[in-house]
């Protein structure tokens, strides 16, 4: 029948700032945990979820000092590990959407998250995105720049933000 078609989630997932990878963030995980809770439910066959990982390039290069390199070869290790790490963390949320019984698709991109996310909305045009987010005040948001307040204005699809709990919110409220 019309109407009967999957309603497909994108949920925005990144690695914890205080565990790093495998680790998803507190927001990733809330958002996720939300999705399942309030919009799946029991529903586990009416949706699919779309899991987007954005790797943030390392800006100065300067992250492994031990590394030599001398080869083209040696620049592919460096990106085959970013991302095996970026698999390990995405993998959390495909095996939890396994164990439900919850279509799923997961990938990686590169870039600046704001504008890869945007960018992958438009791409694959889901039904809704869920993307978490801190909570910050306007004083911290200046230095961070909010990825979810970002992409409520420009996604080209409804946005639901999923702000932390005060309970899972770290000491630093800039980590996640």
């Not at 586990?44 to 390039?57: C, D």
């Not at 083209?72 to 495909?94: A, C, M, Q, S, T």
């Not at 704001?114 to 306007?138: A, I, M």
Request: proline share 6%; net charge negative.
């Amino acid at each position: 029948m019309e109407g009967e078609a999957i309603t497909q989630i994108m949920v925005g997932v990144n690695e914890s700032t205080i565990k790093g990878y495998p680790h998803a963030s507190i927001s990733s995980k809330g958002a996720f945990e939300w999705t399942l809770k309030k919009i799946v439910r029991n529903n586990t066959s009416g949706f699919k979820l779309l899991f987007l990982h954005v790797q943030v390039p390392d800006e100065d290069g300067f992250e492994d000092m031990d590394s030599i390199f001398a080869s083209p070869e040696d620049f592919k290790v460096l990106k085959h590990r970013d991302k095996i790490r970026g698999l390990h963390l995405l993998e959390y949320f495909v095996n939890r959407c396994h164990e439900i019984g919850v279509p799923c698709e997961a990938w990686i991109k590169q870039g600046d998250p704001k504008e890869v996310v945007c960018h992958e909305v438009k791409r694959v045009q889901p039904d809704l995105l869920v993307v978490g987010c801190r909570g910050l005040g306007p004083f911290q948001r200046v230095f961070v720049g909010t990825v979810s307040e970002f992409c409520v204005k420009h996604a080209e699809c409804p946005v639901v933000t999923i702000k932390r709990s005060a309970a899972e919110t770290p000491q630093d409220p800039i980590d996640d």
